[in-house]
């Protein structure tokens, strides 16, 4: 048999993303045993991240435009605009390998298109750099033109810094487990490693790798010290306010970043139900209290559904980390440009709102929700919360008075850093009355 083409599956994974079919992160998952996994990853991960600039050039390399029919030839070109425009593999290399993935892709048709493409391509290269300065910000920024759009209309003073921070590759960040060990121990068994690492300057817990690792790798890893989580993710915790003695529900818990955290920052709880609708998902719940040796009631179900799972008694806190269009993450998920329409927003809008509907009846009186996303659109953030106050006579809107993010009319918003910084999130704390 002969060795797969990276570039084929490349474009292949390319034309799924561009069609709404999967993740990148699923699909990656799929080529493990791929012997280029590396080269797949940084090629796909690269391809996604400048996917608008790339079609820009293309569209500029191609006498005639493609047919709808063959995106996959699009994206393969794709692929190969990426490797030649940002990576160190030798150009012929790059061409010889595009053009025998037409082949593999059962194109061969399109052989001398991709050749004939590539090659005016590194003909014409400085020229068409020069030109791609007086291209659309959509193009330059390569984003959707729907979100610059939005974020035009929305973040008028921060939309260049957010387009610019999205296109970074995302740092990796730690959540130290403090209720065994500390974050400078943990420092120093990273720097002993000779692991360059930081502390965090929003979260006590959160410690900066100035290279990403595998986890596995890194020491107190396995023995539960530490856990792979965002420092925006980790300020969650600290708004909830945890008390022994309280009740807790995690509506949206998976894969438990925050259940764990919880649990790491108030072990005398009453309990904590963590909730989440995907089987699979909630498996990953497990294994992460396991790793870290903690215990939390787990319950597969939709917790709109609130008949099915609920007892009745009412919860002090609850988290609603909710489902959203991740926004505030494209940095570390660089296929949510393609992923992601203004359409796709309104079913989100529509569970964010059914969730914190079904909700708030579980909250005890004088009790906090935490709601957040991931998300850096209003649409997702104040707007629920405006909506739902107006609708619901004992619900108070509490402020969150810290020095990071953005106060804004409801909620505090955190937008992505370059990369050193927390990703974009959204927190509103609510207080039944
Ligand atoms: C943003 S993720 C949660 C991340 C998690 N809180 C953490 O910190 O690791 C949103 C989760 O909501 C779950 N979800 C979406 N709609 C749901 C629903 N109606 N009921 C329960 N879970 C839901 C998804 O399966 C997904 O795991």
């Known amino acids: 048999m002969s060795k797969p083409n990276t570039r084929a599956i490349a474009a292949k994974i390319l034309t799924e993303l561009q069609k709404g079919n999967g993740s990148l992160s699923s699909h990656l998952t799929k080529q493990t045993e791929l012997s280029d996994h590396a080269l797949l990853q940084e090629t796909l991960y690269g391809s996604c991240r400048w996917f608008h600039l790339l079609e820009w050039l293309l569209n500029q390399l191609l006498s005639r435009p493609l047919k ?7 994206s393969l070109l794709i692929v190969g605009l990426y490797q030649l425009r940002e990576l160190s593999i030798p150009n012929y290399a790059v061409i010889n390998e595009t053009v025998s993935a037409a082949d593999r892709l059962g194109k061969s048709w399109g052989r001398s298109l991709v050749n004939g493409v590539l090659r005016n391509y590194l003909r014409t290269q400085t020229e068409l750099e020069e030109q791609l300065g007086a ?16 974020l035009l209309e929305q973040w008028p003073d921060q939309s260049e810094q957010i387009l610019a921070h999205n296109n970074f590759r995302p740092p990796m960040t730690l959540r130290v487990n403090l209720q065994a060990t500390t974050r400078d121990e943990v420092l120093e068994a990273l720097h002993a490693e000779a692991i360059s690492a930081s502390p965090g300057a929003l979260c006590e817990a959160s410690v900066y790798l100035q290279q990403p690792r595998a986890v596995e790798c890194l020491p107190g890893f396995k023995e539960g010290k530490l856990s792979v989580q965002d420092e925006a993710s980790q300020l969650a915790v600290g708004l909830l306010a945890l008390r022994p003695g309280q009740t807790v529900l995690d509506a949206c818990a998976a894969p438990g970043g925050k259940t764990c955290h919880i649990l790491e920052s108030e072990r005398l709880l009453t309990s904590i139900l963590a909730l989440d609708k995907g089987s699979n ?3 990953r719940v497990q294994e992460n209290l396991t790793r870290l040796g903690l215990e939390a009631s787990l319950a597969c179900a939709d917790a709109t559904d ?5 007892n009745g008694e009412g919860f ?4 609603l980390d909710a489902p959203c269009s991740a926004t505030g993450v494209i940095r570390r998920h660089p ?3 393609l992923l992601r329409s203004q ?6 809008q529509l569970s964010q709102r059914n969730l914190l509907h079904a909700l708030w009846p579980c909250l005890k009186s004088n009790g906090l929700l935490l709601y957040t996303t991931c998300s850096i659109l209003q649409q997702e953030n104040q707007s629920i919360i405006e909506g739902f106050l107006q609708r619901t006579d004992n619900a108070k809107y509490e402020g969150i008075a810290a020095d990071w993010g953005v106060e804004c009319r409801y909620g505090r918003q955190l937008l992505a850093g370059a990369n050193d910084g927390p990703d974009g999130f959204f927190f509103c704390l609510l207080r039944k009355t």
């Open 68 to 74: 709808a029919k063959d995106i996959e030839l699009k």
């Open 135 to 150: 291209a659309p910000l959509s193009v330059t920024s390569s984003h959707p033109g729907w979100f610059v759009d939005e």
């Open 281 to 283: 998902r909630l498996l």
């Open 306 to 310: 609130t008949q099915n799972w609920w």
């Open 316 to 319: 002090d806190r609850i988290l």
């Open 335 to 337: 296929d949510i440009k």
């Open 343 to 348: 359409e796709s927003l309104h079913s989100l």
